[in-house]
Structure formats: structure tokens, C-alpha cells
Nanobody
């Protein structure tokens, strides 16, 4: 049974950084495409970054391009999201998602498995 557990969220001041982790269990992670999504209060779930199983291919939403970096360590079954230059509008619940595929995009409908999320709050 595939399980995804996010961690690393918290309260950070504008301009700060966080590193989110998505730990997977029950699978060989390299066989799965991974995406990171976020949901701000009162808004829908937005795809922000995704990475292929090998880690070679990545894609970012325009809203985060240049500030967020997705990476993965398949040996340790973990995917990371480094988030820099945080803005108040980055506040939300951040989820990782997986699908058995080489690569998936930024649509939530492309992913079958989801974690429970980790909260990121950007405020002074």
C-alpha cells in the first residue's frame, strides 16, 4: 500500500525559505511521477511542481518558477520541494501526489495517490 507523508511546513516570514519533504513507503519510488500541489484557503488545489521518476524532467507553475525547486532521492524514497523567497500568497496546505508513470503534469486529476499535506504559512 503506497503511503505519502509530507513534512517540513511551518510559519515563516516573507522572503524566507522552507524545504518540504514527501516520504513514500510501500513502493519503488523511481517508478512514480510525483507532483506538489497547494491549496490556499477558499481556493482550489493548484499544481506547482512535478518531477519524472528518474528526476530528469521537471515542470513548474508560472507562479513559482524560479523560486521553487523540486528534486528527488529515489534511494531514500523521498521527494523534496525547496521553496525560497516566500510570499504571503504562498500560504496554503502543500500536498505531494504520486502516479505510476514516467511523468505527469500539474493537473491534480493526473495523480492517484495523495498525502495528507503540510501547512505553510507566510506572515510577518
Amino acid at each position: 500500500q503506497l503511503q505519502l507523508v509530507e513534512s517540513g511546513g511551518g510559519l515563516v516570514q516573507p522572503g524566507g525559505s522552507l524545504r518540504l519533504s514527501c516520504a513514500a513507503s510501500g513502493i519503488a519510488l523511481e517508478l512514480y511521477a510525483i507532483g506538489w500541489f497547494r491549496q490556499a484557503p477558499g481556493k482550489g488545489r493548484e499544481g506547482i511542481a512535478c518531477i519524472s521518476g528518474s528526476g530528469v524532467t521537471t515542470k513548474y507553475a508560472d507562479s513559482v518558477n524560479g523560486r521553487f525547486t523540486i528534486s528527488r532521492d529515489n534511494a531514500n524514497n523521498t521527494v523534496y520541494l525547496q521553496i525560497d523567497s516566500l510570499k504571503p500568497e504562498d500560504t496554503g496546505l502543500y500536498y505531494c501526489a504520486a502516479d505510476y508513470a514516467t511523468f505527469r503534469g500539474l493537473s491534480r486529476h493526473e495523480y492517484r495517490y495523495w498525502g495528507q499535506g503540510t501547512q505553510v504559512t507566510v506572515s510577518s
